[in-house]
């Protein structure tokens, strides 16, 4: 009954490669989110999505394209992946995408791009 | 000057001290704040929301000053199990809607 889901765990491609992480949250959220955390542990938005729109692009290559088949899932497919894609990639989802509401976080996928 | 900053550390300290970290933000117009806490090669979790008026929850207790644009976390008589990062979070709005920023975090390691 984990509330926020993301798979796979741990992705190592190459570069080149393209591939996807998916995301799926249970708490009947309105809004979802991924994050990156690079090596040096600073946690970056990447986009928001709110009921299937996306409301926030944070100047992200557009080799990440983010699909919202539904509010409760948010997927992250990354084209010709580069050596600076590696980094932990987060997904979260908040009741309806205000400020001061709490974000639930997915376990992280770990991305090693080789 | 990043958005929002914290002392990476670490911070180290013996079982049953009290520490504190600040977390300055460049935003004035900033409205809420946060602390999560994220262990190793996990997710970060909300520790507590921070309040204008200043809050506490058990041993900790959160602090806003948006005069100087920081927030503060004191934890008091500190557990081992304490040891984890520290992130403040700071929710601006702008035109591209809610933004919440993390500062980079906080190191904190709790020694017998």
């Known amino acids: 009954d984990t509330a926020v889901s993301q798979t796979p765990k741990y992705l190592v491609t190459q570069m080149g490669n393209d591939k996807s992480i998916k995301c799926e949250q249970n708490?009947?959220?309105?809004?979802m989110y991924w994050y990156k955390q690079d090596s040096k542990k600073f946690l970056k938005i990447m986009f928001s999505?709110?009921?299937?729109?996306?409301?926030i692009n944070e100047t992200v290559p557009n080799r990440f394209s983010p699909k919202s088949p539904d509010k409760a899932h948010l997927n992250l497919h990354i084209n010709s992946l580069e050596l600076g894609d590696s980094a932990v990639y987060f997904c979260?989802?908040?009741?309806?995408?205000?400020?001061?509401?709490?974000?639930?976080f997915g376990s992280g996928t770990q991305l090693s791009v080789l | 000057r990043k958005e929002v900053e914290q002392d990476p550390g670490p911070f180290n300290v013996p079982e049953g001290a009290t520490v504190a970290f600040n977390c300055t933000y460049s935003?004035?117009?900033?409205?809420?704040f946060f602390w999560y806490r994220q262990d190793c090669r996990k997710e970060p979790k909300l520790l507590m929301s921070?309040?204008?008026s200043g809050n506490e929850d058990g041993r900790f207790t959160a602090q806003l000053n948006r005069a100087s644009q920081y927030i503060s976390l004191l934890i008091r008589d500190s557990k081992l199990s304490d040891s984890a990062t520290y992130l403040c979070?700071?929710?601006?709005?702008?035109?591209?809607?809610?933004?919440?920023?993390f500062g980079g975090g906080t190191r904190l390691m709790v020694k017998p």
């Open positions: 979260a989802s908040s009741l309806q995408g205000q400020g001061n509401e709490k974000l639930f």
């Open positions: 708490l009947g959220h309105d809004t």
């Open positions: 979070a700071v929710n601006s709005y702008n035109n591209a809607g809610n933004m919440l920023t």
């Open positions: 935003n004035s117009a900033s409205q809420s």
């Open positions: 921070v309040y204008s």
């Open positions: 999505y709110n009921n299937k729109e996306l409301i």
